[in-house]
């Protein structure tokens, strides 16, 4: 089985405070928007717009192969699709809500 999640990003209305717990709490190394491990990414801070009326919560990134297909196949499953497809330098993502209302972001990486 492949790695079940290779980022996580916290949604959060205090990207700051957020970063500041965050490191003291568990020594996390964080830059300004990551979290690393060696320099090497593996979560991130998003800061929710104020009138996004989500709760903060940490969304996982689930690795896919293709993510069209993986797309359609989450909403043939009864998912939700929150945001469509966004091409990003490092790869693209689709985030979706499962049936139950839980956010989960569908990610391929770019083939160098």
């Known amino acids: 089985m492949a790695i079940p999640f290779v980022f996580f990003d916290l949604r959060t209305p205090d ?5 500041a717990f965050y490191s003291e709490m568990f020594g996390w190394t964080a830059t300004d928007a990551l ?18 009326t989500r709760r903060p919560q940490w969304v ?6 293709d993510l069209d ?3 359609e196949r989450a909403v043939t ?6 945001r469509g497809r966004t091409d990003l330098p490092v790869g693209s993502l689709v985030v979706i809500e499962d049936p139950a209302g839980a956010t989960v972001v569908l990610w391929q990486t770019r083939e160098r």
Do not use: C, N
């Open 15 to 19: 990207a700051a405070a957020s970063r």
């Open 77 to 82: 499953l009864g998912a939700t699709i929150v």
């Open 35 to 52: 979290l690393t491990d060696g320099g090497v990414p593996w979560g991130g801070f998003t800061p929710l717009a104020p009138d996004d």
């Open 69 to 71: 297909q993986a797309a």
């Open 60 to 65: 996982p990134y689930a690795p896919v192969d």
